[in-house]
């Protein structure tokens, strides 16, 4: 079973304020339910119930809309983790909290829809991943950093920040997003999940802790 297309429901005539975060959803929502290389400006346009003009007063070609449209995606995404992540206390709470955030977050329906219309596009719109890179995967990475530089300055861990930082998601969440990825069914923070996520924070715990001299 595939996971069924976002319902778009941003039609009818925005005031001009909200212009822009209504082009921004019309977008996102047909990028994820039509394809990114599929969806036209006029596309987007019907879909707000604007003009083509509209549109690119504010944004000039569909990769700077694309731009915005995983700009707002990420701020979305990383809001519950960017606010756990900076609490303070020992090294296996925080950690245990961001990941399971992080991983809510990343397993979400529409993230991994996300996620496959990039891979399923990458050949015929390789700039779509290069967006993704930078505005997802990266501002991601680097939340996960700024933790690990605040528990290395605490001395609760030792290492570069940022090299934990990639050590901490290949171990802790890549394997849970691979097999969103490739499942027939939405995926859930099950117990089985959070269990499996504990241990693999402890196993990094044990790795990255200090080492007693």
Excluded at 30 to 57: C, H, N, P
């Amino acid at each position: 079973m595939r996971l069924q297309p976002r319902v778009c429901r941003t039609r009818g005539r925005p005031p001009s304020a909200e212009a822009t975060e209504r082009i921004v959803e019309a977008a996102t929502c047909l990028f994820l339910s039509k394809g990114y290389a599929a969806t036209s400006m006029q596309d987007v346009a019907r879909q707000f119930g604007g003009s083509k003009q509209t549109i690119y007063a504010r944004f000039p070609d569909k990769k700077a809309l694309a731009e915005a449209v995983v700009a707002t995606f990420t701020e979305r995404k990383l809001h519950v983790p960017r606010q756990l992540g900076p609490g303070r206390g020992p090294a296996h709470e925080t950690l245990n909290t961001l990941a399971l955030a992080t991983l809510e977050s990343a397993l979400d329906r529409e993230a991994i829809m996300l996620l496959r219309l990039v891979i399923s596009e990458n050949e015929q719109v390789p700039e779509l991943a290069d967006i993704v890179q930078r505005r997802l995967k990266l501002a991601g990475l680097e939340m996960i950093t700024d933790v690990m530089r605040r528990l290395v300055a605490e001395g609760q861990l030792e290492g570069p920040p940022d090299t934990l930082a990639q050590q901490f998601c290949d171990l802790v969440m890549m394997q849970h997003v691979w097999d969103a990825l490739i499942a027939s069914s939405p995926a859930a923070v099950t117990p089985d999940v959070i269990a499996r996520v504990q241990g693999s924070v402890a196993f990094f715990l044990r790795a990255a802790e200090p080492r007693r001299r």
